[in-house]
């Protein structure tokens, strides 16, 4: 511990209870691990939807300023009355941000697990990873092959293991095929591959010609945009050719739930031989695991009574699939770093610079195909 710093530059978010969130740097002590935990040098770090939640929550990015604190920056944003209420249990909490990334290990504790990966790189999550440096039980660490990229590594968790889930997912509920929306994200070019590799049916839907092309491009068989005119038509038509009665939407808001779900009814109502003031009896599970539109999640009740739209988030689902699952998970995400799961970036920023106005907007935006690394 004597060679590294004194400090810890981290990355922080504060709502205050005058209603602005306040996204900033401060410089905290050096951790020093306990004897089962490491420090880790961090050398890159993603910003994915999941981060932005903490970082920005309902703040009004359009209001954002240049703030100092402590003579180091930072961005204070208004919080509209509604979202002050949202986020009424962190009001005062100077948070820490950054589930994932990707990193050296410097320091070790005592234990034999946390002496093992001294010198390592290691994939590690756990949180509060936008810091040059993070202290952390060695459980939350992956080693990685020698010679991985710290970019290549620094998405290990998030975007793959959610790919994997969804197809767990999937083989636990008893389904034979799946719909993705938002399907051109970093997340959805993992799960196509993943599907082709193993066999599995899967329906993308897009929002553009461009994002077509690109799923395409990389061996996607069934890809709609949903700004066609035909768009349920077609989306009905996979359906009931696949028999994918299951849907993970990370938009949330709007009406593609519901369509989905309405699309769903309707292809198994094709194979039904007799009428159902109830609709069909085929169980439609779509699963909402984001939020890129935070506006009211629209349904048609047009699926019949056998139907259910849910939430799905990772750390629930690797508790209940449990460590054999997991562990076949994750063996599959290391063993595939540079192929099935290879995260590409649009843009690199440094910390200083992840917290400057323009460069917040930017990737607050949260737009298909651009995805930010920092490297601290």
Request: proline share 6%.
């Amino acid at each position: 511990m004597s060679d590294l710093p004194a400090t810890n530059r981290t990355m922080l978010t504060e709502v205050k209870p005058e209603g602005v969130l306040e996204l900033y740097l401060a410089d905290l002590p050096m951790p020093t691990p306990k004897d089962h935990e490491v420090v880790v040098k961090v050398q890159a770090t993603p910003i994915n939807p999941s981060d932005l939640g903490l970082m920005v929550g309902a703040a009004d990015v359009t209001s954002a300023r240049a703030i100092e604190r402590a003579g180091l920056p930072g961005i204070a944003m208004n919080v509209p009355e509604a979202g002050v209420r949202f986020m009424a249990g962190r009001i005062g909490q100077a948070l820490p941000i950054g589930n994932e990334g990707c990193g050296v290990v410097v320091a070790a504790g005592a234990a034999p697990e946390a002496q093992a990966l001294m010198g390592k790189t290691v994939a590690l999550i756990g949180g509060e990873i936008y810091a040059q440096y993070r202290c952390l039980a060695a459980q939350m660490c992956m080693p990685l092959p020698d010679g991985t990229a710290p970019e290549d590594g620094a998405s290990c968790f998030v975007n793959p293991l959610t790919s994997l889930g969804f197809v767990e997912t999937m083989k636990l509920e008893g389904y034979k095929a799946i719909v993705h929306a938002a399907a051109a994200s970093n997340l959805g070019q993992m799960l196509v591959k993943i599907c082709k590799a193993d066999g599995i049916p899967l329906i993308n839907i897009v929002r553009s010609q461009a994002q077509v092309d690109l799923l395409k491009g990389i061996g996607a068989e069934i890809v709609l945009n949903s700004n066609d005119d035909d768009f349920v038509e077609k989306l009905t038509a996979a359906i009931a050719e696949t028999e994918a009665f299951l849907g993970f939407d990370p938009i949330g808001g709007g009406k593609l739930s519901g369509q989905i779900l309405g699309a769903m009814e309707a292809a198994a109502v094709r194979r039904m031989s007799t009428y159902s003031r109830y609709g069909s009896d085929q169980m439609k599970q779509v699963y909402i695991y984001g939020a890129l539109d935070v506006g009211p999640t629209i349904l048609n009740r047009n699926f019949g009574l056998t139907w259910s739209l849910s939430g799905w988030l990772l750390t629930p689902f690797m508790a209940k699939a449990g460590p054999e699952i997991v562990g076949r998970m994750r063996a599959r995400v290391a063993a595939e770093l540079t192929t099935t799961f290879k995260s590409h970036y649009s843009h690199e920023v440094s910390l200083e610079q992840a917290v400057d106005v323009a460069t917040m907007q930017a990737y607050n935006a949260k737009k298909t195909g651009e995805k930010y690394l920092i490297r601290p």
